[in-house]
């Protein structure tokens, strides 16, 4: 079960939720990759039709992205394939297509308020996903 967040900034007021952790769709690899770009979508799909997918994780992170200065909660997809190797996929804005900073210990980051670019947002938890 997943766990929202609201990102506060202590020195303008900026507020966001962020959808953080796994929900029950993590463990469907076909719908979790919805939310993926479509070449994306389209490489998993052909890494499942030739059979390569050994295992996936998915999980939304919090992530910013520093050319648009959007803070986010975004999914990752990890597939592991046959021969160990990991591919992640999710891990680019979709507005400006630049790759994010993913903070991987959400509660942990440090992350820059995006409105004043300030106050280090602190987030606290207030509720569950799935």
């Given amino acids: 079960m997943g766990r929202v967040y609201e990102g506060r900034c202590p020195e303008c007021g900026y507020h966001q939720e962020l959808f953080l952790g796994g929900g029950m ?19 998993i799909r052909g890494m499942r039709d030739r059979k390569e997918i050994a295992g996936f994780h998915v999980e939304n992170y919090l992530a910013e992205c520093s050319s648009c200065q959007e803070i986010t909660g975004k999914t990752l997809i990890e597939v592991t394939d046959q021969q160990e ?11 400006c297509g630049k790759k ?13 308020c995006p409105r004043c670019r300030q106050g280090i947002l602190t987030l606290e938890e207030c509720g569950l996903w799935d």
């Fill in 25 to 43: 769709m993590s463990v469907n690899l076909e719908i979790s990759s919805g939310v993926l770009p479509a070449h994306e979508q389209e490489m």
């Fill in 85 to 95: 190797t990991r591919h992640i996929f999710g891990e680019y804005c979709s507005s």
């Fill in 100 to 112: 994010l900073e993913i903070y991987r210990e959400n509660e942990k980051a440090a992350v820059t």
